[in-house]
């Protein structure tokens, strides 16, 4: 039985030709919050409602339209807000626990056991002293 696979899964919707729901959510949250400015400020201070428009503009735009390694601007804000509210400060603390050493023995009936051959470590070395530390589990 032939079945169809499911193809470009991350696509978004459009909902308002070319752009999608959020982006159209965007683009008309800056058109009226432009227009409540109009209303309230274009009359007594022009220069300052243009100065305004032009950020609120460039700031829909590029929360509509722009991605930063294939995800929206808004995404990256949100994660550097959380970055910037959370803690930084990671502590590593060392647990206090013997290791755990497991030697297993085959014994095949009717066979003497081969001794193992040891390795041979000179006295002084940072292996032999290595190996102490490990086996026994002090500093």
Known sequence: MMFQI???IERET????PLTLKQFLY????????????????EKHFMLFLLITGTL???????????VNGRPLSFLIISFL??????????WH?????????????VVAG????PTPMLKIAERS????????????IE
Not at 14 to 17: D, I, L, M, S
């Open 126 to 137: 940072q292996l032999r002293r290595l190996a102490t530390k490990i086996e026994t589990g």
């Open 82 to 91: 959380y970055y910037m509210t959370s803690s930084r400060m990671f502590l």
């Open 111 to 114: 066979q003497k056991e081969a």
């Open 57 to 67: 503009i460039i700031g829909g735009i590029s929360l509509a339209f722009i991605k």
């Open 94 to 106: 060392k647990k206090e626990t013997s290791p755990i050493i497991f030697k297993r023995e085959v």
């Open 14 to 17: 459009k909902v308002a030709g």
């Open 6 to 8: 499911p193809q470009f």
């Open 27 to 42: 683009l008309g949250g800056v058109g009226v919050a432009i227009f409540f400015l109009y209303y309230f400020m274009a």
